[in-house]
Structure formats: C-alpha cells, structure tokens
C-alpha cells in the first residue's frame, strides 16, 4: 500500500505566496522522480515541475522564475514553492510520485488526491 497525501492549499490574493507539500509513504523500496500538476475546471492536467531523485528540476514556462520545486529524500516529501501567484494559477494541484515497491519491480505512478489553490483578491 502506498500513500500520496498533499497539503497547503489555500486562497491567496494575486502576488502572494503559498507553499505546497506531498509526502510519500507506504510500501516504498525506491522513489524516483516527484512532481506537481494542476487542472483548472474546464481544462486538462498539465505539469507544473518535476524533480528527479537526483534533483534535476523541469517546470513548466508558465510557472518558470516563479516556482520552486524540491525534495527531502530522507522524508519521501517533495514540496511547490509558488510566489507571484496569478489568477491563472486557479487549479487543483495534484502530486505525482514514481515508486517502485520491490527489487526488480517496475515503477509505478501514484497521484495524490489533490489541493485546491484558488488565487484571487
């Protein structure tokens, strides 16, 4: 059994900061890359960031010089630093851990059940 769980939604006004988190618990052997998507209504997923278990980041253009992406390790915790925050960036967002359960077990995705970022003043 395996458990993604997010939290730090929240309202905030235009400019403003949240900070999200996702822990990764459970049947863990290995944890490989972690991630953050969103989905406004109306509209598909799309990514946010990515960060590899060595720490190579990737984010979206929208979001770039305004988004931080990072990882403990040692927690299974992969967190969104989000600053500048438009309304735009109305969305649920949802963590994405890829995780294999034992040795010589394929990787599988587990998402998280999502939080609600609503930007507005």
């Known amino acids: 059994q395996v458990q993604v769980v997010e939290s730090g939604g929240g309202l905030v006004q235009p400019g403003g900061s949240l900070r999200l988190t996702c822990a990764a618990s459970?049947?863990?052997?290995?944890?490989?890359?972690m991630g953050w998507y969103r989905q406004a209504p109306g509209k598909q997923r799309e990514l946010v960031a990515t960060?590899?278990?060595?720490?190579?980041?990737n984010y979206a253009d929208s979001v770039k010089g305004r988004f931080t992406i990072s990882r403990d390790n040692a927690k299974n915790t992969v967190y969104l630093q989000m600053n500048s925050l438009k309304p735009e960036d109305t969305a649920g967002y949802y963590c994405?851990?890829?995780?294999?359960?034992?040795?010589?077990?394929?990787?599988?995705?587990?998402w998280g059940q999502g939080t609600q970022v609503t930007v507005s003043s």
């Open positions: 960060i590899t278990s060595d720490g190579s980041t």
């Open positions: 459970g049947s863990i052997f290995s944890l490989n890359a």
């Open positions: 994405n851990a890829v995780i294999r359960k034992g040795w010589g077990t394929r990787a599988n995705d587990y």
